[in-house]
């Protein structure tokens, strides 16, 4: 088992786990980080870092923006990464990370309903790579809809609205 210990580092990036609802132009948007409020209600024990990269709708990243996230993780000391990120690219930016993420644990999740919305899997999902981001080996992974799958494996079924193995 891995130490539980470690510090993670929380990367934020956006998407749909950090939506809000704007009434007056009936349309979502991305807000600030959800993962900080979800960690500090779950009483999160283990020491942990957020850093806030980007917050954009997944549909939106660029190239640029993954550059950005592989940037971030290969100059980060933590052995231990946790990337919050919306569904739609997840795959394509784990991807990206290649050589980056070498000898490090790096978990991406997101949500499929807005972390603020009462029926939303983002507490679960995030707890999930939280946790497996303590005791999966080396890799990069993405934790949603209940499984860990490495990130060469994992698809998003939008029909059915989860991940699935590919």
Known sequence: ?????????????????????????????????????????????????????????????????????????????AGRIVITHGSDTMTQSALALGEAAAGKTVVFTGAMAPARFAETDAPFNLGMAFAAAQVAPPGVYIAMSGTLFPADRAAKDRARGVFVGK
């Open 1 to 77: 088992m891995a130490d539980g210990g470690a510090k993670i580092l929380v990367l934020t990036t956006g998407g749909t786990i950090d939506k809000s609802y704007f009434d007056a132009l009936s349309d979502y948007k991305t807000g600030d980080p959800q993962a900080p409020r979800l960690l500090e209600v779950a009483r999160v024990a283990c020491p942990y870092e957020v850093r806030e990269l980007m917050r954009k709708d997944s549909l939106d990243l660029d190239d640029a923006d993954r550059a950005a996230i592989v940037a971030a993780v290969a100059e980060s000391d």
